[in-house]
């Protein structure tokens, strides 16, 4: 159970793979902007000269690897193939580390007046919120992953009333 003992462990699953696919199409229709703008989005004080393409870049490269990881993790699911399940959880476990050099990054830039300080902490709690989801989602994919390894091992076949070994011999 997960939750809170609302949801099952798989449902939880589900409903984070929704929430995740939700977010990432969301963030990447909204991609464009940061090449429009030119490094100069979320109140930066002056231009980064072709900064837009390293923020685009990033941007797209976490959320369409996020929608790849996510199919991987539902067909892994209704499947039953544990091993699908992992990329997403080293995809979760990457995105916590970015967001992390971000939360670093943007308070740094803050702190040196390169970008308005306000901004530079209401953006790091936004990504702080997102790092500590994808901490708690983490554990409930291992926590999953875990739990289709164990129903692996315990496939029906393997407790077969029918079919022992002393009825062979």
């Known amino acids: 159970m997960c939750l809170c003992g609302l949801l099952s462990i798989t449902h939880s ?37 072709g900064g837009g393409v390293f923020f685009f870049s990033l941007h797209v490269t976490l959320c369409v690897s996020c929608l790849i990881t996510s199919i991987l993790l539902y067909v892994g699911s209704t499947k039953k193939i544990p091993p699908l399940i992992l990329p ?22 803050g702190f040196k007046g ?31 992953y875990r739990y289709m390894k164990e129903m692996k091992l315990d496939s029906p076949w393997s407790h077969d009333e029918l079919c022992t070994r002393d009825d062979i011999v």
């Open 13 to 49: 699953v589900n409903l984070i793979l929704c929430i995740e696919i939700f977010f990432a199409l969301v963030l990447l229709i909204q991609s464009p902007d940061l090449l429009s703008m030119d490094g100069t989005y979320f109140y930066f004080l002056g231009n980064f000269d």
């Open 88 to 109: 997403h959880l080293f995809w979760q476990i990457v995105f916590v580390i970015t967001s992390i050099v971000s939360i670093i990054v943007l308070l740094a830039l």
């Open 114 to 144: 390169k970008m308005l300080l306000p901004s530079s902490i209401v953006l790091s709690c936004m990504i702080a919120s997102a790092g500590v989801c994808e901490i708690w989602w983490c554990f409930l994919s291992l926590a999953y």
